[in-house]
């Protein structure tokens, strides 16, 4: 008969250890909601559930003790029922616990969302200044392009212009220089024509030199030495 009371028993005690992990699973999915609100309801309606199942099973557990025949088993049922209790009081004070940084989360987050709205209009108008401050920018960094780029082509074309006079006067020298060569090849054919007819004169003159010493010695042997 007593093992026959222990069934019940056991099978009660097994369904409180596991309403008791399901509703630390669920504070804890509370105490990570991000929001909204309804989110929240939804989960503590699940939770106020296992409490009420989890509260009549430890009813039934706390019956079985008390219909118990043995003293002792009594006594360490009712202990049993004791620490369930301790325990689902601590499950609903994490609850309760779980609900307020729920909340608060939620309510920072809110605030947040509503100053992310305010800075995101402040940005929007900002950028629009910004936008027209930039095309203001842009429009005198063209204008300024423009004039630079209209500058750069006068510069250009002056610079067309010189390349050809100078090309004129480059070919002007050339002109010159071809002329000049043409004198200077006459000049240097003079040079080498007046440099042989200078050696031929020297010749002729170191010839008559010759001539004459050896006239002026025969005369003076003829006349001094009449004899030989």
Known sequence: MAAAASVPVRVCHQEIVKFDLEI??????????????????????????????????????EQMAKEQDKESEKQALLREVENHKKQMLSNQAAWRKANLAC??????????????????????????????????????????????????????????????????TILEAN?????????IQLGRKLITKYNRRELTDKLLIFLALALFLATVLYILKKRLFPFL
Do not use: W, Y
């Open 24 to 61: 630390k699973a669920a504070v804890q999915d509370i105490r990570d909601c991000p929001g909204p609100l309804s989110a929240l309801t939804e989960l503590n309606a699940a939770v106020k559930e296992k409490f009420h199942h989890l509260r009549g099973r430890i009813q039934e557990l």
């Open 103 to 168: 909340k608060i989360a939620i309510d920072n987050s809110e605030k947040d969302q509503l100053l992310q709205g305010r800075d995101s209009l402040r940005q929007r108008k900002t950028t629009k200044e910004s936008l027209a401050e930039s095309a203001s920018n842009i429009t005198e960094s063209l204008m300024g392009l423009s004039r630079m780029m209209s500058q750069q082509v006068q510069q250009s074309e002056e610079t067309v212009q010189t390349l050809a006079n100078s090309s004129r």
């Open 175 to 183: 002109e010159e220089f071809k002329s000049m060569s043409g004198t």
